[in-house]
């Protein structure tokens, strides 16, 4: 089986960049020619909806938690 990639852009246009591909199609062809199997792609980024705040401020949030889960367990291990 061939395969063949067409990678496009963000505008659209073809490019023979992967990385800068944000969309195209892979085709595999069949030994007699024809097209055995076609698969599209599109990357898209896509903002998470469950958090109601950014994801950076939620990270920063984790972090203020963890870091007093651990100052509470080192004061309540070190007590003599």
């Given amino acids: ?3 063949a990639s067409v990678y496009r852009d963000a505008e659209g246009n ?3 960049d992967p990385g800068q591909a944000v ?8 030994g007699d ?4 199997r076609r698969t599209w792609f599109r990357v898209q980024e ?4 469950l958090l ?11 972090l203020a938690l963890l870091l007093l889960a651990w100052l509470i367990a080192a004061l309540v291990l070190l007590r003599p």
Avoid at 33 to 36: I, K, N, Q, S
Avoid at 46 to 49: I, M
């Fill in 46 to 49: 896509v903002e998470p909806k």
């Fill in 1 to 3: 089986m061939l395969r």
């Fill in 23 to 30: 969309g195209g199609e892979i085709v595999e062809q069949a």
């Fill in 52 to 62: 109601p705040v950014s994801e950076a401020a939620f990270l920063l949030w984790v």
């Fill in 14 to 16: 073809r490019t023979l």
């Fill in 33 to 36: 020619g024809g097209a055995a």
